[in-house]
């Protein structure tokens, strides 16, 4: 089976620049979506917990950042890019008490959905659910 390639021409750039993106955790996966956003003009911010050093990183690669809750706060959009082992935690005490209607929220790996360890706001559930069932019929 070839594989499919996406080009710049490809994809409506103005839904993504037009919204505040929160990157959440600084590793390799946060590093590259938060570079690779800024660099395309979209409104970027990285989202970390108090002493953590990848804050310099980020704020020396010319990126806005703040705590993990002021970032969800901030944004439109909030990608979480922590360790799995981090991401309850993360979710329930910072993210969650800042989603409003209209947010949008993404994850890099399923696990913490898949085994329930982060319970999702009504509607998203029901998203995830509409989505599998697209999928499973593809």
């Known amino acids: 089976m070839a594989a499919n390639v996406?080009?710049?021409?490809?994809?409506?750039?103005?839904?993504?620049?037009g919204r505040k993106v929160a990157i959440i955790g600084y590793g390799s996966q946060g590093h590259a979506h938060a570079l690779n956003l800024k660099e395309s003009g979209v409104d970027v911010v990285v989202g970390l917990r108090a002493g953590s050093s990848s804050a310099a990183k980020a704020a020396d690669q010319g990126l806005r950042v703040m705590s993990i809750a002021e970032a969800a706060a901030y944004a439109d959009l909030v990608m979480i890019l922590a360790p799995d082992t981090e991401?309850?935690?993360?979710?329930?005490?910072?993210?969650?008490?800042?989603?409003?209607?209209?947010?949008?929220?993404?994850?890099?790996?399923?696990?913490?959905?898949?085994?329930?360890?982060?319970?999702?706001?009504?509607?998203?559930?029901?998203?995830?659910?509409?989505?599998?069932?697209?999928?499973?019929?593809?």
């Open 6 to 17: 996406y080009y710049e021409a490809d994809a409506d750039g103005s839904i993504i620049r």
């Open 87 to 138: 991401q309850k935690r993360i979710f329930d005490e910072d993210i969650a008490p800042n989603l409003v209607p209209g947010n949008a929220l993404a994850f890099a790996h399923g696990f913490n959905i898949r085994y329930g360890r982060i319970a999702l706001p009504k509607l998203a559930r029901e998203h995830v659910k509409l989505r599998a069932v697209r999928t499973a019929r593809a």
